[in-house]
């Protein structure tokens, strides 16, 4: 009777320590870590353990057998170092550069300084993040204008101006679609002053994320003071100009310009220079 006892009492015994073996998966742990540890094969903690060797994570309990050794454990085989988690950036520090995306704009690696796009999107001051994602740099801008509309008569020819221009209301990529409109005035001779108008479509091409070509297609009317009447006129213009800005907010932009007069004349070449600040 009492040999009976016993040997219940020993396989209570062994089922209580049978139950208790098991294992919880830590961060860097594999199956082969584990085996090691418990001095078994990975064939035996698979088998004990039906389709780990498709379903494996951290946290997961593993039931532990309690098997002979087969295998010595390997020597060479170390625990996995934990990755570190990422460092949180100080809230005072500015956007890191952005990385480039599939289209060829950007995204920020750090948002700060951004401000909510609507969906679930951020971007730095001075961009924006469109519809699909997208991060588009410098698409408003305000400008001061230098223009001189022929080189043949320079002094009378030359303009100064503001101007607001919206360089991406949509895009493509690296193409994009605009508008702008300019307000001018020419600084010539003493009693011969006029001013202008410019408005109408831009087209712009990305060269980098600070870089590009913006080319507004104006039409442009002209009030001219420098007789007794005053005389209107109207013309079209093309002025394609590198645009470069130094910082997220402040640029500057130069390129050639051509003018067409509605009334027949020939076509007047220039220039188009000035400064641009991000709205």
């Not at 004990?48 to 494996?56: R, S, T």
């Not at 170390?78 to 990385?99: C, F, H, I, W």
């Not at 924006?128 to 001061?144: F, I, L, P």
């Not at 043949?152 to 895009?171: M, N, P, Q, R, T």
């Amino acid at each position: 009777m009492r040999k009976i006892l016993a040997v219940g009492a020993l396989v209570i015994a062994g089922c209580i320590a049978m139950a208790a073996r098991t294992h919880t998966v830590a961060r860097g742990e594999s199956l082969e870590l584990i085996a090691s540890q418990y001095n078994i094969t990975v064939a035996q903690l698979v088998e004990a353990n039906p389709g780990v060797n498709n379903l494996f994570y951290v946290g997961m309990k593993l039931n532990i057998p309690e098997v002979p050794l087969a295998i010595p454990p390997s020597s060479s085989i170390e625990p996995a170092t934990p990755a570190a988690p990422a460092s949180n950036t100080p809230a005072d520090q500015d956007y890191a550069l952005p990385r480039p995306n599939r289209h060829g704009n950007h995204t920020p690696t750090n948002t700060n300084q951004a401000t909510n796009s609507g969906n679930g999107d951020v971007a730095p001051k001075g961009s924006r993040t469109d519809s699909n994602g997208e991060t588009v740099y410098h698409c408003m801008a305000a400008k001061a204008i230098y223009l001189m509309g022929d080189f043949d008569v320079a002094k009378e020819s030359s303009w100064y101006g503001v101007g607001l221009e919206s360089s991406s209301i949509s895009h493509w990529g690296f193409f994009h679609v605009g508008a702008n409109v300019d307000f001018i005035l020419n600084a010539g001779i003493v009693d011969d002053w006029s001013c202008s108008g410019m408005f109408g479509p831009s087209v712009r091409f990305d060269l980098a994320q600070n870089v590009f070509i913006n080319m507004p297609i104006n039409a442009v009317f002209t009030c001219d003071f420098s007789e007794s009447d005053t005389k209107t006129y109207w013309a079209a213009r093309m002025a394609p100009a590198l645009n470069v800005y130094f910082s997220n907010r402040f640029g500057i932009f130069a390129g050639p310009q051509v003018s067409f007069d509605f009334e027949g004349s020939d076509a007047t070449f220039g220039m188009y220079a000035g400064l641009t600040f991000y709205l």
